[in-house]
Each structure stands twice: as C-alpha cells, then as structure tokens.
C-alpha cells in the first residue's frame, strides 16, 4: 500500500531534550512538509522540501530543524529552543510538479513534552 | 495579510439533512482552493477542489460553491451521515503552489 507513515503516534518527552519525529513516504513524492496543529486551531507550516538535500522554512520555524537526505524520509526534530512543543504534528506530501496541489497527509505524531 | 477564514466554529446537523460549511478568503487574486476532511486523531485527506474560472463543482454527496464577488466558498454536504462527523478545512495554495494556507476548520457534529 501506498503511503505516509509518521512514527510514533503518541510521544512523551521532558523539557530541554531534543525529539525526533519520523516521516515516511512510499508515494515517490518530491515534496514534502511538516505541520502543526494545536487544539481548535488550523494547520501551520514548519518546514516544506521540494526536493532531496533541499528545505525551506515555513510559517513557524523556530525551534525546529528538518532534514531531506532521502526522498522518501523528511524527519522533524523538535529542539529544546521551541518554547512551546507540545501540539499534534502532521507530515504530509505532494508531487510537487505543476497543477499537483493536493497534499497527502500522515496520521499525526501528538508529542507532549513536560 | 492573506487569510483563510472561516465563518462558524461548530456545526450540529441532523442526520439526513444537508450541510453547509463556509469559508472566506481576503486575497482577491486567489484562484485555487481545497476542501480537507480530519476525523479525530488523523490526519485531512481532501475531499474537493475547486478554481476560480469555476462557480460550482460537485463530487460524491458534496458540492463546492464559489462566489468570486465576495470572496467566500462553501461546502455543502448532501444526507449528511454520522461517517461525516469531523473538522472541514478549506485551504489556498499560495505562490507557486507549495505553501498551502488554512483555515481554523469548522467542526461538523451530525445528530443521529
């Protein structure tokens, strides 16, 4: 089956640690993003990668940091600077050629961090 | 600055009766829009898309309005069932398409 996979789906972690959010996409996408979305709220932009070895910074940058060494793989680390870290975070993909609007989204990893 | 609204935070339907969903957006020169679904705990798949050279585009049981002249869109869900509890979110690629904008969501509770 074709997909995205975000690992894991629950995560807990303390202040000041570092954490890793996995992405995973079979779909032979060239685009991909990472999102945020916290509770009644819409989904905010982090990161997005329009192609290998190649990211941008989103809406929301800050405290976070990406890498896209492999085109199927888009991990997020959550860095200890992110004041505010705990929240739902969806990774999601897109072809990313012309007319290729629709984003295809993970299940979400709810990370919370005391 | 550009924005992607919408109208009502929570919408409670009778089961059977039809949905409508609405969405407003403040870049006049937007000419493209999705409509995603998010059940609770998963991620938004899309449901429908429409361009602005369109006024009107119908799937499955749903219908996207577009109203260029007030700069609005709306969702309309027909024989809205429990399976279509969830938040609807419209949403506008901006430039070059790859940075997508979206809205709060509205959350849609179907009454059995």
């Known amino acids: 089956d074709g997909g995205i996979t975000q690992s894991p789906k629950y995560l807990f972690r303390k202040e000041g640690q570092n954490v890793t959010l996995s992405c995973e996409q079979n779909?032979?996408?060239?685009?991909m993003y990472w999102y945020r979305q916290d509770p009644g709220q819409g989904l905010r932009l982090i990161y997005y990668s329009q192609i290998v070895n190649d990211f941008q910074k989103g809406d929301i940058a800050e405290g976070y940091s990406v890498s896209r060494e492999k085109k199927e793989s888009f991990p997020l680390t959550v860095t200890s600077a992110q004041k505010n870290p705990t929240a739902f975070y969806l990774c999601?993909?897109?072809?990313?050629?012309?007319?290729?609007?629709?984003?295809?989204f993970g299940p979400g990893t709810r990370l919370t961090v005391t | 600055g550009e924005s992607v609204g919408l109208h009502l935070p929570t919408l409670s339907v009778q089961e059977g009766d039809n949905s409508i969903i609405n969405c407003a957006y403040s870049n006049s020169a937007s000419d493209y829009f999705i409509w995603y679904k998010q059940e609770s705990g998963k991620g938004p798949q899309f449901i429908i898309d429409i361009r602005s050279n369109m006024d009107k585009r119908q799937g499955q049981r749903v219908t996207v309005l577009l109203n260029k002249t007030v700069k609005h869109l709306s969702l309309q869900i027909a024989a809205t069932q429990p399976g279509d509890s969830a938040v609807y979110f419209c949403a506008e690629p901006g430039w070059g398409y790859q940075k997508v904008t979206f809205g709060t969501g509205t959350k849609l509770q179907v009454i059995p």
């Open positions: 779909l032979n996408h060239d685009a």
């Open positions: 999601a993909s897109s072809t990313g050629g012309p007319g290729s609007y629709e984003q295809y």
